[in-house]
């Protein structure tokens, strides 16, 4: 039962242009959402995170966007750079009174390849 | 460097038999989670440890088992290993006082033969 899907497994972006990736969610019970970033050999490293009540959290060149009708959520970067080739993990955990407060819940991923 | 350490980063064993990893949270974490990350699966979360108390499980397997020691390093122990429990296996650790996010480790990668 996949409750978090990434349905591009791949994207190719030149370099300075603008990454979008997607994520959508089935479980209406999410109550915060993260992206994470991972180089190979590497473990997952955090990149922004929103909660349910905001639409959008801006942190330098990446933003997320929630649309929660739609449930629905997108990362964007913008400058792309070649340092950000590598995949991109969303994840969603329930809330902090849940019991899946914690678990997170992991998409599948999406391979970004910035060119020059 | 996230600050969450995990040995060893490689460990090849045979089936039957058990093995141990180890991980360090960062510095003031008392939360740490347990994730496996398999080629069919992808990363699925596994068992959370709070200050020494087992405070939620995942779909770990029934071989599997944790426990988070005094000085809040925990061990994942895998038993009667089979071929299917080849993975990465993550640690990871939160910062408490109502954040979300969890910093990873680097990660044991575990090959079963």
């Known amino acids: 039962d996949q409750q978090v899907k990434q349905n591009s497994p791949s994207l190719s972006v030149q370099e300075g242009r603008i990454s979008i990736l997607n994520c959508d969610y089935t479980n209406s019970m999410f109550d915060y959402f993260l992206w994470y970033k991972k180089y190979p050999a590497e473990g997952p490293t955090f990149l922004i995170s929103?909660?349910?009540?905001?639409d959008k959290n801006e942190d330098g060149r990446f933003t997320v966007f929630l649309n929660k009708s739609a449930k629905h959520l997108s990362l964007h970067i913008v400058p792309s750079q070649p340092g950000d080739s590598a995949v991109y993990f969303c994840?969603?955990?329930?809330?902090?009174?849940?019991?899946?407060?914690?678990?997170?819940?992991f998409g599948a991923g999406t391979q970004v390849v910035v060119t020059p | 460097d996230s600050g969450v350490t995990q040995t060893p980063k490689h460990l090849i064993t045979a089936t039957g038999q058990r093995v141990t990893l180890r991980c360090s949270p960062r510095?003031?974490?008392?939360?740490v989670y347990w994730y496996q990350q398999s080629l069919d699966q992808g990363l699925q979360f596994l068992i959370q440890?709070?200050?020494?108390?087992?405070?939620a499980k995942g779909n770990i397997l029934e071989r599997f088992s944790a426990q988070q020691f005094p000085d809040l390093h925990s061990e994942l122990n895998l038993s009667s290993l089979e071929l299917g429990d080849s993975a990465l296996y993550f640690c990871?650790?939160?910062?408490?006082?109502?954040?979300?996010?969890?910093?990873f480790g680097p990660g044991t990668r575990l090959t079963v033969t």
């Open positions: 440890y709070y200050n020494g108390e087992e405070r």
């Open positions: 929103i909660s349910s009540i905001k």
């Open positions: 510095s003031g974490d008392l939360s």
């Open positions: 994840a969603a955990s329930g809330a902090m009174t849940t019991d899946s407060w914690g678990k997170l819940q």
């Open positions: 990871a650790s939160n910062p408490g006082q109502g954040r979300y996010e969890q910093y």
